[in-house]
């Protein structure tokens, strides 16, 4: 379904200087900064798949989705997304695809929820029947009835986010792109969200990627991601195989030398043993030498296991 | 796209209300004022009724044609809400240009009722040339609308568009003639105000309506070519624009 490779994208924008006059040399600069925002990523994503494309704050996730939309040209590199390059054929790509951004709506601020849906349909040419009959299911599974004919400005965060899933599917696209779409939200509203990706993706066999900073949201809805950092890729697999690691014996002693059992004290004092099998033998080896303080079992989950491979 | 502007501009009842208070007001001051300069001295040039006319129609003419596009096009390029618009099937610049039609339309249901009150208050009288009239006001809408789409894309380069919008608007209301007649322009603004494309969006269909050009064949002949002219100069400038999209925010 999507098929990207080397891709790579440079911003080049005048240089900014501080200082007196500071602002009237940046208006006359001739010197440029460049700022790779995307530095050679490849990943393919298969038909029905939901992937969870991840990645700190300013690790280029956004960059990349602009760029599988069409909106932006990449510096280099190949992107195939359903058979077509999304900037060369912008137009019939846009109706491959929708897109729900947490942070922006698509929806009209100052009018009913409706018209927003309206204006969707007839932008991408949804037939009157069909338009009623998506309308009627998306009304059912997201329950919009209640606020249909509200402006949007007067709806909640979680109804907000569920009209503008609701304007992304609209128009049935085989592929989502969901960019922190439960972020800010309770957790009854991301319960919603969710039940209606899984759904989405299990009727229509929808492609998604997903992108958030809510590992709850990838732990329900994925079972493969993608991990990017400053431009790159770190990981690219399924997530049992990345938190499928031995639990952890943590251990503090009251004077603890250099090494216990081969094992080094980190930085912050404690000792962390990989459990393997027989955990009272282990600790029952180390209090026969140690005096014990305290000790705790850590299970390994994706959120430490992530911010381990972010770390590296 | 036209729905949607046709829908905002009927979106705030006070918004309306106060839009055909000021209207009324604008042209109700211009009388008193202008009646009070030619009672003084009668000036030279236009008849004080003609001239009254001339700016009754001129001025709801700029009501009627006013131009919101560009406020909303770069308040979406500031919030980068404009990705969507970028992100459609439909081309940007057409849904801009369906959106400001829709918005006219609207805008001109919530004047329709006081135009006859205006109408009355300025004195107008049946137009000299009807046809030539409508003709030469839907021209000089079309150039309005590829004026404020080029100024709308200006976004793309500057990321602060606020005073480029207050020149684009004070420059194009001046020029349009819609304080002054261009008739009572000296020397060179004379010239320039003739020479400019803002002309056709206010001065030439109220003259025609007043009867102070009788021939319109050669200020159509112009106004065509004025809207074939800056429908290339859009179509290139947002060739060039597009290869400029940053996104704000994320």
Redesign the interface.
């Known amino acids: 379904m999507i098929r990207v490779d080397g891709l790579t994208k440079v911003f080049r924008r005048p240089r900014t200087f501080s200082g007196p006059l500071g602002t009237l040399r940046t208006l006359v600069t001739r010197q440029y900064e460049e700022k790779s925002a995307v530095a050679g990523v490849t990943f393919e994503v298969g038909e029905g798949e939901v992937i969870g494309y991840l990645g700190p704050n300013g690790a280029g996730k956004s960059t990349t989705i602009k760029i599988l939309t069409g909106i932006l040209t990449p510096t280099s590199g190949t992107v195939e997304v359903n058979g077509l390059v999304p900037w060369r054929d912008r137009s019939a790509n846009a109706r491959n695809v929708g897109v729900v951004f947490g942070q922006r709506s698509q929806l009209w601020w100052d009018l009913p929820l409706i018209e927003s849906l309206r204006l969707v349909g007839s932008l991408y040419d949804v037939p009157a029947a069909r338009f009623a009959t998506s309308l009627k299911k998306l009304r059912d599974l997201l329950g919009l009835d209640d606020f249909l004919d509200t402006p949007v400005r007067q709806l909640s965060l979680g109804q907000r986010m569920r009209g503008d899933l609701a304007a992304a599917v609209l128009y049935e696209p085989p592929l989502l792109y969901l960019d922190e779409p439960t972020v800010g939200l309770d957790v009854l509203a991301k319960e919603a969200v969710r039940e209606f990706i899984v759904e989405t993706n299990r009727t229509g066999r929808t492609t998604v990627v997903l992108t958030t900073h809510d590992l709850a949201d990838v732990e329900a809805l994925c079972r493969r991601i993608i991990l990017i950092d400053h431009g790159r890729v770190l990981f690219d697999g399924a997530i049992d195989a990345l938190v499928d690691q031995p639990r952890r014996l943590v251990v503090l002693l009251e004077s603890g030398p250099g090494q216990v059992r081969g094992v080094s004290r980190d930085a912050d004092g404690r000792y962390v043993f990989d459990i393997h099998d027989d955990l009272p033998g282990l600790i029952a080896s180390i209090a026969a030498e140690h005096t014990i303080r305290d000790l705790s079992i850590e299970e390994p989950d994706l959120e430490s296991v992530i911010k381990g491979i972010y770390a590296r | 796209?036209i729905?949607?502007g046709f829908?905002?501009a009927l979106?705030?009842r006070s918004n309306i209300l106060i839009t055909c208070v000021t209207l009324v007001a604008q042209v109700f001051l211009l009388r008193m004022i202008w009646t009070s300069v030619y009672g003084a001295r009668p000036a030279a040039g236009l008849p004080l009724e003609a001239l009254l006319a001339y700016l009754t129609l001129a001025n709801l003419q700029a009501f009627a044609t006013h131009t919101i596009v560009v406020s909303t096009a770069h308040h979406r390029i500031r919030?980068?809400?404009v990705?969507?618009d970028?992100?459609?099937?439909?081309?940007y610049l057409r849904?801009l240009a369906s959106f400001q039609v829709g918005n006219t339309l609207g805008g001109l249901c919530l004047l329709a009722p006081v135009v006859p009150v205006v109408l009355l208050v300025g004195s107008i009288t049946a137009p000299a040339d009807g046809p030539g009239y409508l003709l030469t006001l839907v021209l000089g809408y079309v150039i309005a609308v590829e004026l404020a789409l080029l100024i709308s894309l200006a976004g793309f380069w500057m990321t602060e568009t606020s005073a480029v919008a207050l020149f684009h608007r004070l420059v194009s209301q001046f020029f349009a003639g819609t304080m002054v007649p261009l008739t009572y322009f000296p020397g060179f603004l004379g010239v320039l105000a003739e020479a400019l494309p803002f002309k056709y969006l206010g001065y030439v269909p109220a003259a025609v309506y007043v009867g102070q050009i009788s021939d319109v064949s050669g200020a159509v002949a112009i106004a065509v070519a004025w809207v074939v002219g800056l429908a290339g100069l859009l179509v290139l400038t947002w060739s060039r624009a597009r290869?400029r999209?940053?996104?704000q925010?994320?």
């Open positions: 796209m729905r949607i829908r905002l979106a705030y919030v980068g809400t990705f969507f970028l992100a459609r099937p439909v081309g849904q290869r999209v940053v996104i925010g994320g």
